[in-house]
């Protein structure tokens, strides 16, 4: 993704998560660190989803920071595209593993990751502060 296209992305992720949308700050920052493992999603000259992959300093682990498809092309098999072309590069980068948080109730996420392979590995309440219950997946990889 473009450095010019950060303010889009910043608009499209409050779309995406309203109830804990990045600050513009942090998603800058996010951009600077992990720019080579951000893949969007172009529709139209527009961003369409986006996912965000962030490695561990020894390179074992990586854990995806956000996953979105705008409501009005989800169903079209983006999420899945996303989610496999990120996976491939983090195994030809010989990442072992790879974590994911998500909402006990989302169900279109939580049927994409199983289907990928993704296994339950814990439960946290208040993982993101108060109210912000997680499960946490995690996929073995093998480059
Ligand atoms: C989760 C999300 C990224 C999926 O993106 P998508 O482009 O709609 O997904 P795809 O079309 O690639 O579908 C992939 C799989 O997701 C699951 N899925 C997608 N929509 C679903 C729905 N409405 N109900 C149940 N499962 C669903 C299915 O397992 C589907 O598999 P299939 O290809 O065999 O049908 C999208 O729903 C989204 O952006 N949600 C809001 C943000 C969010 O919750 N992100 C995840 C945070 S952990």
Redesign the pocket.
């Given at each position: 993704m473009a450095e010019h296209e950060l303010p889009e992305l910043v608009r499209m992720d409050h779309r995406?998560?309203p109830e804990m949308p990045y600050p513009y700050f942090v998603l800058r920052q996010l951009y600077e660190l992990y720019r080579d493992r951000l893949l969007v999603v172009e529709r139209g000259g527009e961003l369409g989803?986006y996912v965000l992959f962030a490695t561990t300093p020894d390179g074992e682990r990586s854990w995806?920071l956000?996953?979105?498809?705008?409501?009005g092309?989800?169903?079209?098999?983006?999420?899945?595209?996303?989610?496999a072309v990120g996976l491939d590069r983090l195994a030809a980068d010989g990442v072992h593993e790879v974590m994911?948080?998500?909402?006990p109730g989302?169900?279109?996420?939580?049927?994409?990751?199983?289907?990928l392979g993704f296994v339950q590995v814990d439960h946290r309440a208040d993982y993101f502060g108060a109210g912000g219950d997680r499960l946490i997946l995690r996929l073995p990889l093998h480059g």
């Open positions: 995406l998560f989803g995806v956000a996953l979105g498809v705008v409501p092309a989800r169903g079209l098999g983006h999420g899945r595209s996303l989610m994911i948080t998500v909402a989302n169900r279109p996420a939580l049927g994409l990751y199983e289907s």
